[in-house]
């Protein structure tokens, strides 16, 4: 409760959500531009803005929207304008449970992970319905690639969060934090560690892995994968759809990073820093965070080629799927015997 | 009441057996596509994802280099036959100008011959450059394609040193080649030989090469992923690959050594140690593999090629009109992409009477539809981005 009127507070709290969604796909998008480009040999962005290219995501969006908005004449209509919007609403949707700090939370439900979880598998339906009514091949070929893609790395997904929610007793976000803020003791000493050094490495390992599928980013980009089907089932989308799917991408990587960031890594709290700060630290030691995973991302993006869809599917249920079965055994074990 | 197992059995056993009917799409893959190395159209029949049958569709870029031979002098092809395969510009100038000068009887001199064969290889590394760079674009790594380019500007700078052109060098002349860049009243003074310094700038721009495709198997060759979407994939058997006529990387890829530089040769290649790289499965590894090592044998061409030259003319003497006595040729080089040949016929005078080209990508192309049939669409874009051709050699 902010001025203890509910809908001026719902306002505040769904501009907030946009504003930092929007700003922080912003950032992303730059990173990716000037990360890669180092790595690449390249400056990247340069003229925009004036000092380092800053202002390109913003010239990049502007340029989109000025383009013809296209619909094919073959195209479901009223399907096809409507899932970009589906897409981009799912992602956005994640950050209402995600923790900033203890207090700076839109909505801290008790069956946060659950929300997060069957909210963001919503995406799936939106790029489904992208490219069944584009009337085009390869936007079919790309939206059935997505629906198969993503229904294998769910399932790993959530086995891993199971885990994780296993080891913290609680489905709530802020409470998945606090159990990893809260100290544990080895004989004389008093230390509190986040989940990733308390057993879950390897959950984190596949949570990552399934996140990076879920993202369709490289090297699961099969969807999109523009050298074979151009563009997936983004082929037909131009002008603000077009730039809806593509602040959607940014914003569910950053979303992934910061569920990632919040079961594996912490969240907003971090050792030795005082219980008092982290209320005001706290957003920015979680941001942090995101921005580390997101570089990860960025960095696989310009280390390895895409995989075929049929290794993926290996990937999937040869091995990601039995491991973190066995890791959910594995926590249980550990949550029951040690601690 | 009870269940009838039996029935609901027998009745999913007829379910099972009652093949789901589907319909093979058609989908149409360019002539605008990003990996189609331009206008090339394939129609594919494709099942899901596997591709049950594909037809290459050419000729959109056909701009009728045999026909225009006919209106046009000798020294006037040169500047077209270098735009057939603009990858390896000079590679295809080199054979037909020594098809003339065998026509001819003039004989270029050593030096000049030896400037051939150095320009030769770098346009052979230059060319293996930009697929070895450009082939794990294709199957989505980014990162390659610039740290790979960077050494082909360095290559590509020389080249324009020498000639004055980047891609299309023009350089050869019936009997040697042009005097070098340079012009104006004093030319014959300044530039009647090879820019000074640009065989020890060359020799340092080797090893530099040579580290670069070092780079190349840190960064590509080991890679698991690129392994994962390339062994095995787009496998073409030696005897095969000879039915349909391939030639070079993707000829030698198959396991078959066979190279006009040690078989057939107009260029010195006989004073120079090199070795014939010979894969052993003609998968697509094997193909980007073969063209990687050539890169680093060219490089040792190019090093001894310039312990070697000897000094002398750049060109022999030949009359300014040139008039090619009846006659008919056919010579062949070993382009970057593989065999390249003119047949060229005279009737007497200052044009070809007819002028036949046999180029490398178009054979290349030709296994398309044989080795495309039963691979899954990403694999397409594999396949097709390892033979290596490029659509203005397919098409002349």
Redesign the interface.
């Known amino acids: 409760m902010i001025t203890g009127y509910f809908w001026v507070d719902l306002i505040l709290k769904v501009v907030a959500v946009l504003v930092v969604m929007i700003g922080l796909a912003l950032v992303a998008i730059y990173a990716e531009l000037k990360v890669?480009a180092h790595?690449?040999?390249?400056i990247g962005p340069y003229y925009a803005g004036g000092r380092w290219g800053w202002a390109q995501p913003f010239a990049d969006a502007l340029k989109f929207i000025q383009k013809e908005d296209l619909v094919p004449a073959g195209a479901d209509a009223a399907i096809f304008k409507s899932a970009p919007y589906i897409v981009v609403a799912a992602t956005f949707a994640t950050f209402v449970v995600i923790p900033f700090s203890s207090s700076l939370v839109a909505r801290n439900l008790d069956l946060g992970v659950f929300f997060l979880l069957a909210i963001s598998s919503l995406t799936t339906l939106g790029v489904l319905m992208a490219g069944w009514s584009s009337a085009n091949?390869y936007s079919l070929?790309g939206g059935l690639r997505a629906g198969a893609q993503l229904i294998a790395y769910e399932l790993p997904l959530v086995l891993t969060v199971v885990a994780v929610v296993v080891q913290a007793g609680t489905m709530s976000l802020v409470g998945i934090v606090e159990a990893q803020a809260a100290p544990i003791e080895l004989g004389p000493l008093s230390i509190s560690l986040p989940f990733l050094l308390k057993g879950q490495i390897v959950g984190f390992v596949i949570f990552m892995v399934a996140a990076v599928a879920e993202l369709s980013r490289?090297?699961f980009?099969?969807p999109i994968?523009?050298?074979?089907?151009?563009m997936g089932y983004l082929t037909e989308y131009s002008s603000l759809r077009f730039t809806m799917f593509f602040l959607g991408e940014y914003a569910a990587m950053i979303s992934m990073s910061a569920v990632a960031a919040t079961l594996f890594l912490g969240g907003y709290w971090m050792p030795f820093v005082p219980e008092s700060a982290l209320t005001y630290v706290g957003p920015f030691i979680l941001i942090a965070k995101i921005a580390v995973l997101v570089f990860f991302m960025l960095w696989i993006?310009?280390?390895?080629?895409?995989?075929?869809?049929?290794?993926l599917q290996d990937l999937a249920w040869r091995w990601l799927i039995p491991v973190s079965l066995a890791n959910i055994l594995f926590v249980g074990f550990f949550k029951v015997v040690v601690f | 009441m009870t269940t009838d197992y039996g029935a609901l059995m027998h009745r999913s056993e007829v379910a099972v057996s009652v093949e789901l009917q589907t319909q093979d799409?058609t989908?149409?893959i360019g002539p605008q596509?990003?990996?189609t190395h331009g206008v090339l159209r394939l129609v594919a029949n494709v099942d899901g994802?596997r591709i049950s049958g594909v037809e290459p569709v050419i000729g959109y870029m056909h701009r009728g280099y045999e026909k225009l031979a006919e209106v046009r002098t000798y020294a006037q092809m040169t500047a077209l036959v270098n735009r057939i395969d603009w990858v390896s510009g000079f590679a295809s100038e080199v054979p037909f100008i020594i098809a003339v000068e065998k026509l001819t009887g003039i004989e270029a001199p050593e030096r000049a011959q030896w400037i051939r064969l150095i320009l030769t290889e770098m346009f052979r590394i230059s060319s293996h450059i930009v697929f070895t760079s450009s082939y794990?674009?294709?199957?989505?790594?980014?990162?390659p394609?610039?740290?790979a380019l960077?050494e082909r500007e360095r290559v590509l700078e020389l080249i324009e040193g020498m000639t004055g052109g980047r891609f299309h060098p023009n350089f050869n002349r019936v009997g040697g080649i042009k005097p070098a860049a340079g012009g104006g009243k004093t030319q014959k003074q300044v530039s009647m030989d090879i820019p000074a310094g640009w065989l020890e700038e060359t020799k340092a721009v080797m090893e530099r090469v040579l580290g670069a495709t070092d780079d190349s198997d840190t960064l590509v060759t080991g890679?698991e992923?690129?392994k994962?979407?390339t062994v095995g994939v787009g496998c073409i058997p030696g005897d095969k690959a000879i039915e349909y006529g391939l030639s070079g990387p993707n000829l030698r890829a198959s396991g078959v050594p066979f190279d006009l530089r040690k078989h057939e040769f107009h260029l010195p290649y006989d004073q120079v140690d090199f070795d014939v790289i010979a894969g052993q499965n003609g998968d697509c590894y094997d193909r980007y593999w073969v063209r990687l090592q050539e890169i680093r044998e060219a490089a040792k061409i190019v090093l001894q090629a310039i312990d070697k030259i000897p000094p002398g003319p750049l060109r022999s003497k030949a009359p300014r009109v040139l008039k090619v006595p009846k006659g008919q040729v056919y010579v062949r080089g070993e382009n970057p992409k593989g065999e390249f040949g003119y047949f060229v016929i005279s009737e007497g005078g200052q044009k070809p009477y007819r002028l036949k080209i046999r180029s490398t990508s178009f054979s290349n192309l030709s296994i398309l539809p044989w080795v495309l049939k039963g691979a899954?669409?990403?694999?397409?874009?594999a396949i097709m981005g390892s033979l290596d051709f490029v659509l203005g050699d397919v098409d002349r």
């Open positions: 890669m790595m690449q040999n390249r091949k070929m490289i090297p980009d099969m994968a523009e050298s074979e089907l151009t993006r310009s280390t390895w080629p895409r995989l075929r869809e049929d290794q | 799409m989908l149409n596509h990003p990996s994802e794990p674009l294709e199957l989505g790594a980014t990162t394609l610039f740290h960077r890679n992923l690129i994962a979407r899954l669409v990403p694999d397409l874009v």
